[in-house]
């Protein structure tokens, strides 16, 4: 007999969300300048969660002015006092993960099970972990080297770090940016994407909870009107940006000329590139991982998969097959393994890729699958007889959409691999270790997995090559880009 399915729904009534939420500046939430608010909504049922205050240019001038008043007294703490502030908001993120785990689900879309098991440990782990850096600046290995072994580059803090982030990873991109920031004496003025910025206001609770100094941390909901006065502000040292390529290089190009340190972690198109000796069920969770994780909205995702000829049929069957047991829908359940796709732009945006997949001639595969009628939704879909000249296989589709291609030589693998303006992420699936070592050094990605994907560590740097970016966030790496070495 069939068993019925069982829903397994997380409670709703953990997080309390507020009716309305102002701007966080110089440690008190506040109207905007200007009165504007806007309305945040859930994507997988499209009612309207808040209302959150909308910042504009006199707004993003006065968070500048309370983290410049904030950081002369912040950047002249020892380290090991900014580290017990890092530490006490680590710990506190622990303590309330549930809190949060609901909340950024409700208003990302992305499945509990994700929110729970995965974004929020590395949230914490990276406040940890850059909370144990904030008194060992001087032994990191900046500058040039002295003769007793230490570094002689007296590190210090730039200033005001502007930070813009994205929606797909709301708190885990806020825990990237701001936790190094601090640890090295900056302050910040951070505004999260317009999609999804409670979890951001509830972080600056977590401020206040902390104790953390008025003005250090200032977070400023709003459209890109204000990341964009943020990015071109005078008094903004350090400018750190996630999100699409097309923004990013008109970031570098506001920031041209000025003396505003720049990292940009932008689009990517990864490879998950497929051996014809690799555990076939192994790669199989590691494919599914790659591009259905958090429904594809990745910047890292292994969308692009190239399989070795030989084994392309059975990969599929498997793959085909694995992807006909995936859950799709409430993603409150912790069953659930594909969620709400974030916006009604952003599944518009997927829909008309995807068409255009099916127009140039790809052949579109999904399985059965019934979508919630509310909500923005898109089935698990993979596209067979794809070539590089194929717009899918090119340009960033930022959903749970996967494009196979073939290969006969590991040369030919990375050279299809590589074939791509982007240079993120890849993946490498072989039971040989030496294939691993010498096809992963002729790729050019930031981060290669091997006989895994989407591995995150904080000790571990992310970052890009060519239209995917410059500079790396976490790990040692990460301090530098906030430091004057």
Known sequence: MAFDYAPAPESRSVVDIAPSYGLFIDGEFTEAAEGKVFKTVSPSTEEVLSEVAQAGEADVDRAVRAARKAFEKWSALPG???????????????????ELAVLETLDNGKPIKETRDADLPLVAAHFFYYAGWADKLDHAGFGRRTTNGHSGANPRPLGVAGQVIPWNFPLLMLAWKIAPALATGNTVVLKPAETTPLSALFFADICRQAGLPKGVVNILPGYGDAGAALVAHPDVNKVAFTGSTAVGKEIARTVAGTRKKLTLELGGKGANIVFDDAPIDQAVEGIVTGIFFNQGQVCCAGSRLLVQESIHDELLDSLKRRLATLRLGDPLDKNTDIGAI??????????????QGEAEGAERWSPSCELPTSGYWFAPTLFTNVTQAHTIARDEIFGPVLSVLTFRTPDEAVAKANNTQYGLSAGIWTEKGSRILAVAGKLRAGVVWSNTFNKFDPASPFGGYKESGFGREGGRHGLEAYLDV
């Open 80 to 98: 090991s006092e900014r580290a017990k502030y890092l530490f006490r908001i680590a710990r506190i993120i622990q303590e309330r993960s549930r």
């Open 342 to 355: 974030n916006s009604a732009e952003q599944l518009s945006r997927i829909t008309s890729l995807v068409e």
